[in-house]
Nanobody, 114 residues
Framework: VQLQASGGGLVQAGGSLRLACAAS????????MSWYRQAPGKQRELVAA???????TYADSVKGRFTISRDNAKNTIYLQMNSLKPEDTAAYYC?????????WGQGTLVTVSS
């Protein structure tokens, strides 16, 4: 398995969750890793991205609430999600781009109740 996502669950609005995506060592370095999400009936959208050089990008809807980070010793990226809203409910996917190759992890479901 190249990417393994975990950490989803059910949380009340205002709560927090931390998603993790463990990558195989061969794709973890010298790449861009990101989190996407897809809500029912909607297109998959970028949530946050992190380059191996430390540059971050966030969707406007999550700025100030979500933080993407990486632990190089564990070949893992994280998405810390605070102040969750019902509209954050979606399946969350991690993605890695290394050279010409793109890898997707399986989705992890986040449900935020009002």
């Amino acid at each position: 398995v190249q990417l393994q996502a975990s950490g989803g669950g059910l949380v009340q609005a205002g709560g927090s969750l931390r998603l993790a995506c463990a990558a195989s060592r061969t794709i973890f370095f010298n790449n861009v890793m990101s989190w996407y999400r897809q809500a029912p009936g909607k297109q998959r959208e970028l949530v946050a991205a992190l380059t191996s050089g430390g540059i971050t990008t966030y969707a406007d809807s999550v700025k100030g609430r979500f933080t993407i980070s990486r632990d190089n010793a564990k070949n893992t990226i994280y998405l810390q999600m605070n102040s969750l809203k019902p509209e954050d409910t979606a399946a969350y996917y991690c993605k890695a781009i290394r050279g010409p190759n793109t890898y997707w992890g399986q989705g992890t479901l986040v449900t935020v109740s009002s």
